[in-house]
C-alpha cells in the first residue's frame, strides 16, 4: 500500500501565502505523476497541479501564476506554494499519486481556509 499524508494547511488572508507538502511511503514502485486536486463546500473535486517524473508541470488556469508545484523525488514528496490566495481558493486540498494503469492514490486532505 501506499500511504499520503499532506501538511500545511491553514486559516490565511486574501493576498497571503501556504506552502502545502505531500509525503508518500509505502509500497511505491513507479510514479507516473504527483498532484493537487482541491474540493470546495458544495464542489466537485478539480486538478490544481500535476508535475510528472519526467517533463513539465501543469496547471488549472484559475491558479497559474500564483501557485507552483514542485516535487522532491529522493523523497517522494510534491509541494504546492501558493500565494496571492483569494477567498474562492478556500477548499480541502487533496494530494494525489498516480502509479499509471489506472492505479491511484489519494491523501486524507488539508484544509485551506482564505479570509477576505
Known amino acids: 500500500q501506499v500511504q499520503l499524508v499532506e501538511s500545511g494547511g491553514g486559516l490565511v488572508q486574501a493576498g497571503g501565502s501556504l506552502r502545502l507538502s505531500c509525503a508518500a511511503s509505502?509500497?511505491?514502485?513507479?510514479?507516473?505523476?504527483m498532484g493537487w486536486y482541491r474540493q470546495a463546500p458544495g464542489k466537485q473535486r478539480e486538478l490544481v497541479a500535476a508535475i510528472p517524473s519526467l517533463g513539465r508541470a501543469s496547471y488549472a488556469d484559475f491558479v497559474k501564476g500564483r501557485f507552483t508545484i514542485s516535487r522532491d523525488n529522493a523523497k517522494n514528496t510534491v509541494y504546492l506554494q501558493m500565494n496571492s490566495l483569494k477567498p474562492e481558493d478556500t477548499a480541502v486540498y487533496y494530494c494525489?499519486?498516480?502509479?499509471?494503469?489506472?492505479?491511484?492514490?489519494w491523501g486524507k486532505g488539508t484544509l485551506v481556509t482564505v479570509s477576505p
Open positions: 494525489n499519486l498516480d502509479r499509471g494503469g489506472g492505479i491511484a492514490y
Open positions: 509505502g509500497k511505491i514502485f513507479s510514479i507516473n505523476y
